[in-house]
């Protein structure tokens, strides 16, 4: 199979009508399509083993159960992880909740404040303490849980489970997109 000849990429969109055929841009468009739907299916497979495979770990191990009644909790090193999670928590919900609702997108306030462009220039730090609590909520439950998986499992078993929570995001619907 020959590869086709090169062709410059263009640097705006005015420039691509004029770099490019009508035939191409169809066969492009076509395959882009094709290729977008198949990456979405392999997204959501993807995402969907994620989802199944923390759900497994999680019953065959009872971790949710195990963390609220079993005596070999370290209780400290759980609440201070809980105090970060909730701290995590309610910050994005002011990101994602109350900054829209402060500043609306109209003529005025021109950047939508549900975007990370708007967090940047309005509350620049709120995304370095998200970052600094999950990562020290995370330290501390894996502390906290120590005791009963030990140390090689228990953070294999809070990493599924975490990336299982974080891929089943991408199964809640998107309005007004």
């Given at each position: ?79 201070i992880s809980l105090f970060a999670f909730t701290l995590n928590g309610m910050l994005m919900l ?84």
């Amino acid at each position: 199979m020959v590869a086709p000849p090169y062709r410059r990429v263009p640097q705006n969109e005015g420039n691509a009508a004029r770099s490019s055929s009508s035939s191409s841009s169809q066969q492009t468009s076509s395959s882009s399509s094709s290729s977008s739907r198949s990456e979405r299916i392999s997204i959501k497979l993807h995402a969907l083993l994620w989802v199944i495979g923390a759900y497994a770990l999680a019953s065959y191990t009872q971790l949710f159960h195990t963390i609220i009644t079993d005596e070999r909790i370290l209780r400290p090193s759980l609440y201070i992880s809980l105090f970060a999670f909730t701290l995590n928590g309610m910050l994005m919900l002011y990101l994602t909740i109350y900054l829209p609702y402060k500043f609306p997108t109209d003529e005025y306030y021109t950047t939508n404040a549900g975007l990370p462009q708007f967090w940047n220039a309005y509350c620049p730090s709120v995304t370095p303490i998200i970052t600094a609590s999950s990562v020290i909520g995370s330290f501390f439950l894996c502390r906290a849980c120590f005791p009963i998986w030990g140390f090689f499992f228990t953070p294999l078993l809070l990493s599924v489970v975490g990336l299982g929570i974080f891929f089943s995001l991408h199964f809640i619907p998107v309005f007004g997109v």
